[in-house]
């Protein structure tokens, strides 16, 4: 599990982005697509079309991480955008929730999501 400084930055991009991108892909989407720079410190989250996947860019002062997580069954509750934007901006509890299986949504886990 992943924790997070409740005074980081969280972007989620709403729509869905070809997961094989890598650090100079999704650094291309973090300064074009969601109009914010990269190198700011802030988490960029993305996912593909069937929501099993995601990652996260983030720049730590010396270098860009990328984390991956794909899901072996089951699906992330994807937030949906507002109007016409293509991000939102998360506190990182959110993140966190999402991360966590839980259904931003309806405030509970998703059904695929069992802890043993």
């Not at 072996?72 to 509750?77: A, D, M, P, V």
């Not at 966190?96 to 309806?106: A, R, V, Y």
């Amino acid at each position: 599990m992943l924790s997070f400084p409740g005074t980081l930055k969280v972007y989620l991009a709403v729509e869905a982005v070809d997961c094989r991108k890598s650090f100079n892909g999704l650094y291309g989407l973090a300064l074009n697509e969601l109009k914010e720079d990269p190198l700011s410190g802030s988490l960029f989250v993305f996912s593909n079309r069937a929501r099993n996947r995601l990652k996260i860019l983030y720049f730590d002062g010396t270098g860009l991480w990328v984390f991956a997580k794909r899901l072996e069954k089951g699906t992330f509750s994807w937030p949906k955008g507002v109007g016409s934007k293509n991000k939102l901006s998360l506190q990182p509890e959110a993140l966190n929730l999402l991360l966590s299986g839980i259904d931003m949504k309806d405030g509970c886990l998703r059904p695929w999501y069992q802890r043993d």
